[in-house]
């Protein structure tokens, strides 16, 4: 049987760890390969990690044809959805696969409207749905991550170096450290994964302590710095104040309420 392994695809596939995969090992070595492989044509598009173990054991397996796509871009999509519906997951990869989704939809959308007439009108406009995948919200809705931590994984897709990467999917480094990390320079991220989780997690903290320092100071009506933690505890206190001032003028006037018989 002639099957083809696509490494675009394969790469929506997260590596198992070397506990699943020897997990996943002995069970089909124990109880064969249960579940059919899933081709497109010769292409395998689900159960890349069953097939590698089957043929190094020489384990039979079953395929079946799934020849509802027209492009290899929905067979993108259609393995993206399936992964992003399992729970073993991780964030990172679930946001990196979101994030793939968001390009193919919009490139998707920017090619339908090219094709459309020109200039529909205003009240076409206003009658159409908003695009699908046009808000960092709806991809984080999607991979079931905050936005905040889709702006992180951006923030490593587009400056990490391929060793800091690779830490953050072994789960050696934090999502919001690798984020930080990727603010320094290529050869200071490599020496950092070099170093381990603690020089990690330092290079992390450096880089946040660096921010903080160089965040404008707040300053008050006379512009001395304020400490923002002290007028933080002074703002609570005075709307604790307030609120207890309420609550008793309230039960003041459920007093005077109560003795004028209304």
Same mark, same amino acid.
């Given at each position: 049987?002639?099957? &083809?392994?696509?490494?675009?695809?394969?790469?929506? $596939?997260?590596?198992?760890?070397?506990?699943?995969?020897?997990?996943?090992?002995?069970?089909?070595?124990?109880?064969?390969?249960?579940?059919?492989?899933?081709?497109?044509?010769?292409?395998?598009?689900?159960? /890349?990690? *069953?097939?590698?173990?089957?043929? !190094? /054991?020489?384990?039979?397996?079953? &395929?079946?044809?799934?020849?509802?796509?027209?492009?290899?871009?929905?067979?993108?999509?259609?393995?993206? %959805?399936? /992964?992003?519906?399992?729970?073993?997951?991780?964030?990172?990869?679930?946001?990196?696969?979101?994030? *793939?989704? !968001?390009?193919?939809?919009?490139?998707?959308?920017?090619?339908?409207?090219?094709?459309?007439?020109?200039?529909?009108?205003?009240? %076409?406009?206003?009658?159409?749905?908003?695009?699908?995948?046009?808000?960092?919200?709806? $991809?984080?809705?999607?991979?079931?991550?905050?936005?905040?931590?889709?702006?992180?994984?951006?923030?490593?897709?587009?400056?990490?170096?391929?060793?800091? $990467?690779?830490?953050?999917?072994?789960?050696?480094?934090?999502?919001?450290?690798?984020?930080?990390?990727?603010?320094?320079?290529?050869?200071?991220?490599?020496?950092?994964?070099?170093?381990?989780? !603690?020089?990690?997690?330092?290079?992390?903290?450096? $880089?946040?302590?660096? !921010?903080?320092?160089?965040?404008?100071?707040?300053?008050?009506?006379?512009?001395?710095?304020?400490?923002?933690?002290?007028?933080?505890?002074?703002?609570?206190?005075?709307?604790?104040?307030?609120?207890?001032?309420?609550?008793?003028?309230?039960?003041?006037?459920?007093?005077?309420?109560?003795?004028?018989?209304?």
């Amino acid at each position: 049987m002639n099957i &083809t392994i696509n490494d675009e695809l394969r790469a929506f $596939v997260d590596p198992l760890t070397d506990i699943e995969y020897a997990a996943l090992e002995r069970s089909l070595l124990a109880e064969g390969c249960r579940d059919a492989l899933v081709l497109w044509g010769d292409v395998l598009i689900d159960g /890349h990690n *069953r097939y590698e173990i089957c043929r !190094k /054991h020489n384990i039979d397996f079953r &395929t079946v044809q799934n020849n509802s796509f027209a492009s290899i871009e929905d067979v993108m999509l259609w393995m993206i %959805d399936n /992964h992003l519906a399992r729970r073993s997951v991780s964030d990172f990869q679930r946001g990196l696969l979101a994030l *793939r989704k !968001k390009e193919i939809v919009s490139a998707r959308m920017a090619q339908r409207m090219a094709e459309e007439p020109p200039e529909p009108s205003p009240d %076409d406009m206003d009658s159409r749905p908003p695009p699908p995948w046009n808000t960092r919200e709806d $991809v984080a809705k999607a991979a079931r991550v905050s936005s905040n931590t889709i702006s992180q994984i951006e923030r490593i897709q587009k400056a990490a170096a391929p060793q800091l $990467v690779e830490a953050v999917r072994a789960g050696t480094i934090s999502i919001n450290a690798a984020a930080n990390v990727a603010q320094l320079p290529p050869e200071a991220q490599i020496a950092a994964v070099a170093g381990g989780r !603690k020089e990690l997690q330092q290079a992390a903290r450096q $880089v946040r302590e660096q !921010k903080q320092a160089t965040k404008p100071k707040k300053t008050g009506p006379d512009g001395e710095p304020v400490d923002e933690k002290a007028a933080l505890k002074a703002e609570i206190a005075a709307l604790k104040d307030r609120m207890a001032t309420l609550l008793t003028e309230n039960e003041i006037l459920k007093q005077k309420l109560a003795n004028a018989g209304l």
